[in-house]
């Protein structure tokens, strides 16, 4: 299984971002799958997540109502749309794909079982 997790860069606040994540080595449409992030001596902390079929969102509070999870399944690729960016956002984002048969979406990082690379995201204010 491979995650591969793109876009990320230097925004400023307020601004947008969209990062991807395309999957490979697995049966993407059946897969459950989330976006976690990690700053230097901090946890890995549940972004968001979307159900196999993608009718399914959940997000942290912290990001609720400024992140959209998407996905398309026929591009096996999952997406990351980031609207009013603020300096707190800052991490690494990484995308993680669940244990095939997860039916709910898992909010912590134990739920999964692939990782992609991580994709940095800085937020200038």
């Not at 300096?87 to 990782?115: K, N, S």
């Amino acid at each position: 299984v491979q995650l591969q997790a793109s876009g990320g860069g230097l925004v400023q606040a307020g601004g947008s971002l969209r990062l991807s994540c395309a999957a490979s080595g697995l049966t993407f449409s059946n897969t459950v799958m989330g976006w976690f992030r990690q700053t230097p001596g901090k946890e890995r902390e549940f972004v968001g997540g979307i159900s196999a079929s993608g009718l399914t969102t959940n997000y942290a509070d912290s990001v609720k109502g400024r992140f959209t999870i998407s996905r398309d399944n026929a591009k096996n690729t999952m997406y990351l749309q980031m609207n009013s960016l603020k300096a707190d956002d800052t991490a690494v984002y990484y995308c993680a794909a669940a244990r095939l048969g997860t039916l709910m979406i898992p909010v912590t990082a134990r739920g999964y079982d692939y990782w992609g690379q991580g994709t940095l995201v800085t937020v200038s204010s």
